[in-house]
Nanobody
Framework: VQLQAFGGGLVQAGGSLRLSCAASVSTFSSYMMGWFRQAPGKEREFVAG????????YYGDSVKARFTLSRDDAKNTVYLQMNSLKPDDTGVYYCAAERRFPIRTMTRAEEYDYWGQGTEVTVSS
């Protein structure tokens, strides 16, 4: 599974960005997808996850009500819509994929086997 994340950039506080993660796998619809972020000098932090068929979406406490994760299985892509961005949202954002049964929420980085290269988000104050 190869993942490619893109859509990062520089935005002012209060602004929005949409990140995308495209997967090169024929069975994309069966994969759990997640986003993590890592700020300089900090550990990788869970941002959002989505189960197969988008039955469940779940978020880290720091982004709830501001970020929305969705998936388009026809395009093998997940989208992370980020609104009301804050300087604390700055970091490199990584998408991750895992196929696991039974389906459950996964918020730890070590639960995912496949990772994209990361896309950098900078939020200025």
């Amino acid at each position: 599974v190869q993942l490619q994340a893109f859509g990062g950039g520089l935005v002012q506080a209060g602004g929005s960005l949409r990140l995308s993660c495209a997967a090169s796998v024929s069975t994309f619809s069966s994969y759990m997808m997640g986003w993590f972020r890592q700020a300089p000098g900090k550990e990788r932090e869970f941002v959002a996850g989505i189960t197969p068929n988008a039955r469940i979406t779940y978020y880290g406490d720091s982004v709830k009500a501001r970020f929305t994760l969705s998936r388009d299985d026809a395009k093998n892509t997940v989208y992370l819509q980020m609104n009301s961005l804050k300087p604390d949202d700055t970091g490199v954002y990584y998408c991750a994929a895992e196929r696991r049964f039974p389906i459950r929420t996964m918020t730890r980085a070590e639960e995912y086997d496949y990772w994209g290269q990361g896309t950098e988000v900078t939020v200025s104050s």
